[in-house]
């Protein structure tokens, strides 16, 4: 039997991560293209088919006389709703009860709406990076997990979705889709929502597992879905960013960002924000789905937005990371990188933590830019692909080289590792059980 050397096996495993992010692979990885832009979907199913609009043709974006048009549209299932200006205060204050809708949970990727991946459950023992339970599924875990009220809840690429008893380990029921689960799930008012390789949006009763409703895009669904009074905005390989109603998938408006939509959309007081491999980030109204504003980056954005501090944090393959104010769009700092910024970023306490594709952690200041820290994780190749995860002061971040890592937020030393067996491109979720992620080993690891 031959082996196969470390290289081929770093440039094998650096192929399959480049596929699970949705890149071309038949030329370099930095200028690799996508595919062209899939057809205009159809009118939904059991949407409302009242507005023409629904044809796929969408009214012009108003702009003021001379501008150049903004990229992008609307269709719109309601009329748009029109609401006064936001002082800065209010806000930082609206973001803030944002936040803590979801305090002492992770109930979605990154654990809130806003993307900051702070657990925030002032956990009397930390994790010291010892196995507690694994749970194995039938193909690799991308999908990031959401842990609420005692289970675990997680996709995997054996087509199912599963259900997991958070302090034993123990299957409490699967469901199987149409395809691969690399979306993460995200639970609320009793309703579990994922999306699908098949083109889906799935929502089930998370005691059971039953399929409640689906809802159908035009091209497949690895955007981890978000989720706010009573509305999942979610985007598609279709370049859409859908808003379906909770409760019945009833199609709200959708947005065309022109570009792949494989980040997860972010939520700011009634904005919604959405990045897309068109390179931009787009602000829209979360009530209709009208453009606010739109920033234009120099290269595709994997990188899902994160809300805090009356900021927009992102970054790009056009290797910088940005902060934008998040009511006016206008860049308030930039900081530039060695490689791409793959990955997102997460934030607590006036600091911002991105990984870089230099194999490198960077903890910059939130309202400045300024550098505290960087830290290096080992790779087999140069992209990092899990987005990390806060509680106190620990970060925890999976690598491309199966480790589990978790630093010191103060200066960012490395106080733990633990080894899977294959790379890591789920992220990690935080209970008061510890640190749960999942592998392309095939299993799900609670680490306490």
Same mark, same amino acid.
């Given at each position: 039997?031959?082996?196969?050397?470390?290289?081929?096996?770093?440039?094998?495993?650096?192929?399959?991560?480049?596929?699970?992010?949705?890149?071309?692979?038949?030329?370099?990885?930095?200028?690799?293209?996508?595919?062209?832009?899939?057809?205009?979907?159809?009118?939904?199913?059991?949407?409302?088919?009242?507005?023409?609009?629904?044809?796929?043709?969408?009214?012009?974006?108003?702009?003021?006389?001379?501008?150049?048009?903004?990229?992008?549209?609307?269709?719109?299932?309601?009329?748009?709703?029109?609401?006064?200006?936001?002082?800065?205060?209010?806000?930082?204050?609206?973001?803030?009860?944002?936040?803590?809708?979801?305090?002492?949970?992770?109930?979605?990727?990154?654990?809130?709406?806003?993307?900051?991946?702070?657990?925030?459950?002032?956990?009397?023992?930390?994790?010291?990076?010892?196995?507690?339970?694994?749970?194995?599924?039938?193909?690799?875990?991308?999908?990031?997990?959401?842990?609420?009220?005692?289970?675990?809840?997680?996709?995997?690429?054996?087509?199912?979705?599963?259900?997991?008893?958070?302090?034993?380990?123990?299957?409490?029921?699967?469901?199987?889709?149409?395809?691969?689960?690399?979306?993460?799930?995200?639970?609320?008012?009793?309703?579990?929502?994922?999306?699908?390789?098949?083109?889906?949006?799935?929502?089930?009763?998370?005691?059971?597992?039953?399929?409640?409703?689906?809802?159908?895009?035009?091209?497949?669904?690895?955007?981890?879905?978000?989720?706010?009074?009573?509305?999942?905005?979610?985007?598609?390989?279709?370049?859409?960013?859908?808003?379906?109603?909770?409760?019945?998938?009833?199609?709200?408006?959708?947005?065309?960002?022109?570009?792949?939509?494989?980040?997860?959309?972010?939520?700011?007081?009634?904005?919604?924000?959405?990045?897309?491999?068109?390179?931009?980030?787009?602000?829209?109204?979360?009530?209709?789905?009208?453009?606010?504003?739109?920033?234009?980056?120099?290269?595709?954005?994997? !990188? =899902? /937005?994160?809300?805090?501090?009356?900021?927009? *944090?992102? %970054?790009?393959? #056009?290797?910088?990371? +940005? &902060?934008? @104010?998040?009511?006016?769009?206008?860049?308030?700092?930039?900081?530039?990188?060695?490689?791409?910024?793959?990955?997102?970023?997460?934030?607590?306490?006036?600091?911002?933590?991105?990984?870089?594709?230099?194999?490198?952690?960077?903890?910059?200041?939130?309202?400045?830019?300024?550098?505290?820290?960087?830290?290096?994780?080992?790779?087999?190749?140069?992209?990092?692909? !899990? =987005? /990390?995860?806060?509680?106190?002061?620990?970060? *925890?971040? %999976?690598?491309? #080289?199966?480790?589990? +890592? &978790?630093? @010191?937020?103060?200066?960012?030393?490395?106080?733990?590792?633990?080894?899977?067996?294959?790379?890591?491109?789920?992220?990690?979720?935080?209970?008061?059980?510890?640190?749960?992620?999942?592998?392309?080993?095939?299993?799900?690891?609670?680490?306490?």
């Amino acid at each position: 039997m031959t082996t196969q050397s470390p290289i081929l096996s770093g440039f094998a495993a650096g192929i399959s991560l480049l596929a699970t992010l949705g890149i071309a692979t038949g030329s370099a990885v930095a200028q690799s293209q996508f595919v062209a832009q899939a057809p205009q979907p159809a009118p939904t199913k059991g949407a409302a088919v009242t507005k023409a609009s629904l044809d796929g043709k969408a009214a012009p974006v108003p702009t003021s006389p001379g501008a150049k048009p903004l990229q992008g549209q609307a269709v719109h299932i309601a009329e748009p709703e029109v609401k006064p200006a936001m002082t800065n205060d209010q806000v930082l204050k609206a973001s803030t009860s944002l936040v803590g809708k979801f305090k002492g949970s992770w109930m979605m990727f990154l654990q809130n709406p806003c993307h900051t991946g702070c657990a925030a459950l002032e956990m009397t023992a930390m994790p010291q990076g010892r196995l507690h339970w694994s749970f194995p599924a039938e193909g690799p875990i991308d999908s990031s997990p959401a842990i609420y009220k005692g289970v675990v809840y997680v996709g995997s690429d054996d087509f199912n979705l599963y259900a997991v008893d958070e302090h034993t380990g123990s299957m409490l029921w699967h469901t199987k889709l149409g395809d691969k689960v690399k979306s993460s799930p995200a639970i609320a008012e009793g309703i579990l929502v994922v999306g699908c390789e098949d083109k889906k949006l799935y929502a089930l009763d998370p005691r059971t597992g039953k399929i409640l409703w689906t809802f159908d895009a035009a091209d497949r669904i690895s955007s981890s879905p978000a989720v706010n009074d009573g509305v999942i905005y979610v985007g598609s390989w279709d370049n859409y960013l859908y808003a379906v109603d909770l409760k019945t998938g009833t199609l709200k408006w959708k947005f065309n960002t022109e570009g792949r939509i494989t980040s997860s959309p972010a939520l700011g007081p009634d904005l919604v924000l959405v990045s897309s491999h068109s390179g931009s980030v787009f602000a829209l109204n979360s009530h209709d789905g009208t453009l606010v504003w739109q920033c234009k980056t120099g290269g595709k954005i994997f !990188s =899902s /937005p994160l809300v805090m501090s009356g900021l927009v *944090y992102f %970054g790009g393959w #056009d290797k910088t990371f +940005y &902060a934008i @104010d998040l009511e006016t769009g206008h860049t308030r700092w930039k900081f530039h990188g060695v490689e791409s910024f793959s990955i997102s970023p997460v934030g607590t306490n006036n600091k911002v933590f991105v990984g870089n594709d230099d194999l490198k952690m960077y903890c910059l200041e939130a309202l400045t830019g300024k550098l505290l820290w960087k830290t290096g994780l080992n790779s087999p190749v140069p992209l990092l692909t !899990s =987005s /990390p995860a806060l509680e106190g002061n620990m970060l *925890y971040v %999976g690598s491309s #080289d199966a480790n589990v +890592y &978790a630093l @010191d937020t103060r200066n960012g030393a490395i106080k733990w590792k633990y080894k899977t067996q294959r790379p890591i491109v789920s992220s990690p979720a935080i209970s008061v059980s510890g640190v749960c992620v999942g592998s392309q080993d095939g299993n799900l690891y609670s680490l306490n």
